[in-house]
């Protein structure tokens, strides 16, 4: 009984100082932020489609800056589903330049849009979530705006 006790009390032990270091490793100090890391900024970062008609331009662009101090390098670019295709600059944005992620969805599918697209950057704020929001809806005859036409009397006269 007390060789059971003792395996019990060092197992304890040695389990106790065995987490301690892990503990301590933890918590040290972690490195300060690069303070010349790039920041992305953009000017929006939810766009909303309203309505569309199925078939119709599903196409966005989120404007980015980099508003930090070195580079800014887009690593990826992950949309929540195969129906939304992000396409991003592959080449570095410097120091104040401007760029854009261009979005298109597929806008043959009905329904309610809500998707988001996920920037991976080597910003200091990196990642980033983008979002599609809108309605498709089916092209009928009573949705169809008629064409409008010029008014001859309200055409200014010709002198």
Same mark, same amino acid.
């Given at each position: 009984?007390?060789?059971? +006790? +003792?395996?019990?009390?060092?197992?304890? @032990?040695?389990?106790?100082?065995?987490?301690?270091?892990?503990?301590?490793?933890?918590?040290?100090?972690?490195? /300060? /932020?690069?303070?010349?890391?790039?920041?992305?900024? @953009?000017?929006?970062? %939810?766009?909303?489609?309203?309505?569309?008609?199925?078939?119709?331009?599903?196409? !966005?662009?989120?404007?980015? %800056?980099?508003?930090?101090? $070195?580079?800014?390098? +887009?690593?990826? !670019?992950?949309?929540? !589903?195969? !129906?939304?295709?992000?396409?991003?600059?592959?080449?570095?944005?410097?120091?104040?330049?401007?760029?854009?992620?261009?979005?298109?969805?597929?806008?043959?599918?009905?329904?309610?849009?809500?998707?988001?697209?996920?920037?991976?950057?080597?910003?200091?704020?990196?990642?980033?979530? +983008?979002?599609?929001?809108?309605?498709?809806?089916?092209? %009928? /005859?009573?949705?169809?705006?008629? $064409?409008? %036409?010029?008014?001859?009397?309200? /055409?200014?006269?010709?002198?």
């Amino acid at each position: 009984m007390k060789k059971v +006790l +003792l395996s019990l009390a060092v197992t304890m @032990f040695v389990s106790v100082a065995v987490m301690a270091q892990g503990v301590s490793v933890s918590n040290a100090q972690q490195p /300060a /932020a690069n303070p010349n890391a790039p920041v992305i900024t @953009f000017e929006k970062t %939810t766009h909303d489609y309203g309505t569309l008609y199925k078939g119709g331009d599903g196409t !966005c662009e989120f404007k980015f %800056t980099n508003t930090g101090v $070195e580079p800014l390098i +887009l690593s990826n !670019c992950t949309a929540s !589903c195969g !129906c939304t295709v992000p396409e991003w600059p592959r080449e570095p944005i410097l120091k104040g330049k401007s760029a854009s992620v261009k979005v298109k969805y597929d806008t043959n599918r009905m329904g309610p849009i809500n998707k988001t697209i996920n920037v991976t950057s080597n910003a200091s704020n990196s990642p980033i979530q +983008l979002r599609i929001v809108g309605n498709i809806v089916e092209k %009928t /005859a009573a949705s169809v705006m008629p $064409e409008k %036409t010029l008014d001859q009397s309200a /055409a200014p006269v010709a002198k």
